[in-house]
Every structure is written in C-alpha cells, then in structure tokens.
C-alpha cells in the first residue's frame, strides 16, 4: 500500500478505516510446514482440545509466544507455542520463523 492511498479527513487526520488498513497491512505472516496439515489448539499445549485444523501450506500471524507442553516437529523441540488468534496456539516447532527461541512478546493471559 502506497502512502498516497493513505485517507485524511478535514482536519488532516488519518481516518480510521485507513489506519486500520495499515495496521493489517504490516501483519507479518509465517509458513507453516511443507505438507503439514496443523492442529490448532484452544490453549499453548497438545492437552487443550483442538478447535480447527490449519490446510497444507498455511501461513499464520504470530500476536504472542508462550510455554506450553514440549513438542519435537519438522523445525526442532521447543515447548514454545505461538498465539495466531484469540483463544488459538500453534506448535512453534511446526512454523518457519526463523528463530529457535521466542521473538514476540510473551502473552498474558
């Protein structure tokens, strides 16, 4: 998105349909592992029930990082499990972010 598509009112403020366009637009995006189908879970730990399975080739926002239950998959053992939405966690072992340890804030719950 280009500055120039950016909206101002009267008084020369961004309005808030533009900011919020802007806050979505620099949402960053992780791939979740080549031909892995992956279980979302309700809480940072594989003893929370599932609430919705991620399609092959995924990719997820990642709001906050947490400890949770210990898990080995195709990007190493970790017991960090990313936030992706409300109420929903993800293996960190089974995103490509590029780190082994936590890069986003820590949730509080």
Known sequence: MSVDSVAENESGDVSDGATETLAASATRYYDVAPGVRLNVRSGPGTGYPVVRILPEGAKVPIFCQTPGTRVTGPYGTSSIWDNIANG?????????TGSDGYFRPRCSF
């Open 88 to 96: 929903e966690f993800v293996s960190d072992t089974y995103v490509y």
